[in-house]
């Protein structure tokens, strides 16, 4: 089975202040998709890489959110300068890439940007 | 836009009841349909895949159905345990890559013993 580990779990920060989250797939997956959580906007897919190449970026918010996948084993998403209303729970979600495959998602990153 | 809506928002039945969870959708060109459950301070599981060739699938307790022309998708579990306590999401495949997915805003279920 795929599986996913995202790091780290929980992230407080300051408002200004650079912020990385960190996925690892575990193994046999050709697509990895980043999603946020809010209350307000429930889940959003920010962007999406297939053999680890960015396909579809159109969901990242403004330039301050950029994302990296270097290898088929991790992937980056990046937040520079974070701002308060970037507080969310931000998924990692991996799948074979195939069609009509189903999606496994990590355990998610909390983000509060004070 | 693909818009999905699923309703109820919240729901509480007693342990043995079936449940049924209700999602719709605006656009009928889609991909498939996902059923995903999340607990508390975790990430999602997915239950059903329903293509878009397909009406229904099933797996134990849970069957989900699925009628594009309406734009309609329902979740039954049957004989509800304490252990189905979580949200359950529905989320469709849209666009030009069958992973891009549209979520509902879910609907939170409460199965008391």
């Known amino acids: 089975d795929a599986g996913v580990i995202q790091s780290p779990r929980h992230e407080v920060t300051e408002m200004g202040q650079e912020v990385t989250l960190r996925c690892k797939p575990i193994?046999?997956?050709?697509?990895l998709f980043w999603y946020r959580q809010t209350m307000m906007r429930g889940l959003e897919l920010l962007i999406y890489?297939?053999?680890?190449?960015?396909?579809?970026d159109s969901g990242m918010p403004e330039d301050r959110f950029s994302a990296k996948m270097p290898n088929a084993s991790f992937s980056t998403l990046k937040i520079q300068p974070s701002e308060p209303r970037d507080s969310a729970v931000y998924f990692c979600?991996?799948?074979?890439?195939?069609?009509?495959?189903?999606?496994?998602f990590g355990s998610g990153t909390q983000l509060s940007v004070l | 836009k693909q818009e999905v809506t699923q309703i109820p928002a919240a729901l509480s039945v007693p342990e043995g009841e079936n449940l049924v969870l209700n999602c719709s959708f605006t656009?009928?060109?889609?991909?498939?349909l996902q059923w995903f459950r999340q607990d508390p301070g975790k990430g999602l599981t997915s239950l059903l895949l329903?293509?878009?060739?397909?009406r229904e699938q099933t797996s134990g307790r849970l069957n989900a159905s699925l009628d594009k022309s309406s734009g309609r998708s329902t979740l039954y579990i049957a004989a509800s345990q304490p252990g189905d306590s979580a949200t359950y999401l529905c989320?469709?495949?849209?666009?030009?890559?069958?992973?891009?997915?549209?979520f509902g805003a879910g609907t939170q279920v409460v199965v008391t013993p």
């Open positions: 656009d009928s060109a889609i991909y498939n």
């Open positions: 329903i293509q878009s060739s397909q």
């Open positions: 979600a991996i799948s074979r890439g195939r069609t009509n495959e189903k999606l496994f």
């Open positions: 989320a469709v495949g849209v666009g030009d890559s069958w992973g891009k997915l549209q």
């Open positions: 193994s046999g997956h050709n697509s």
């Open positions: 890489f297939n053999n680890n190449v960015p396909i579809d």
